[in-house]
């Protein structure tokens, strides 16, 4: 029976072999995810049944599934998401939004704000603000069922489930009412570069998440000009953008009725979030 240091360098060698990016990390959140712990000691032995979990862990690992697919879960904004076949995995890029929405309400934390998430996944950007800001409640929109259930555990895990209501639906349609605060990270890969993805994303994320149409910009058309009526006084747009598709999008915006107010760069310098308001 290996140690659970054994354990964790046998599988970085054989992710390294096959090529991995990070063998050491994947290897060590797989080996803790098969004993259920963080910060496992590493002289103690792997049971039998983390063994056989682990076991299943390398075999997907090694066949291209993300670490956080096969665990489960994935943390954004410090907090946990479960994941579903019908969710993006939250990437740390899209915090970016978050900040964006939160700097842009920070002389409004106290009220109590109406948010609205459209295609809202796993539910990552809307339960991280309402995590923030406490006297608001949200609506998250997806055209996936199970990933509306998925997003309302996640709010129930991370104690919102009071503020925040999850609806199957196409965008915005049918929708009315009055929000502070839109978000939206849409699908915004381009149709014929889905293929170059690597296979992590390519075949573990699912298409109606990237897939933004022949241009990538087709859910950014669509919502140009569907958002102003939707807008209160005052209310904010912040979306999530693919590189490069900033000048696209304000210009989209612009034409819907939106006046662009300011961008806001992810961590690895890429413009990630663009902001607007009504014109
Ligand atoms: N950021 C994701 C990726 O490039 C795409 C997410 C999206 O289309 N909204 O893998």
């Known amino acids: 029976m290996p140690t659970v240091w054994e354990a964790r360098r046998h599988l970085a060698q054989s992710l390294l072999r096959a090529g991995s990016a ?13 004993l259920g712990a963080d910060n496992a000691d590493p002289d103690t ?44 995995e939250p990437r740390p890029d899209s915090e970016t939004i978050v900040e964006a929405a939160l700097a842009q309400l920070a002389g409004r934390r106290g009220e109590e704000l ?26 998250g929109i997806d055209l996936s069922e199970e990933a509306c259930r998925t997003a309302a555990g ?34 915004y890969i381009p149709s014929g570069e889905i293929a170059t ?6 075949e573990h994320d699912p298409l109606l998440a990237l897939d933004g149409g022949a241009d990538g910009l087709g859910p950014y058309r669509l919502l140009a000009s569907s958002l102003p009526p939707l807008l209160a006084p005052g209310g904010i747009v912040v979306f999530e953008i693919g590189a490069g598709q900033g000048p696209d ?10 006046e662009f107010s300011g961008s806001r760069n992810d961590l690895g310098g890429h413009e990630r979030a663009l902001i607007f308001t009504l014109a």
């Open 22 to 34: 990070s063998p050491g990390l994947d290897a060590r959140l797989l080996v803790e995810g098969s």
């Open 154 to 187: 996640n709010a129930a895990l991370n104690g919102v489930e009071g503020r925040a209501a999850f609806q199957q639906g196409s965008w915005t349609e049918g929708l009315a009412g009055s929000f502070d605060l839109i978000v939206s990270n849409p699908p």
């Open 45 to 88: 032995l792997l049971p039998a049944e983390a063994r056989a979990r682990l076991d299943d862990f390398a075999v997907r690992r090694l066949a291209g599934e993300p670490v956080w697919r096969i665990l489960g879960e994935r943390e954004f904004w410090g907090l946990p998401f479960r994941l579903s076949p019908a969710t993006l």
């Open 114 to 139: 109406a948010l609205l998430d459209l295609g809202t996944g796993t539910g990552c950007l809307l339960i991280a603000l309402l995590s923030e800001l406490q006297q608001a409640h949200g609506l």
């Open 249 to 258: 999008v304000v210009a989209l915006m612009r034409a819907g009725g939106l």
């Open 197 to 202: 993805l690597s296979v992590e994303v390519r």
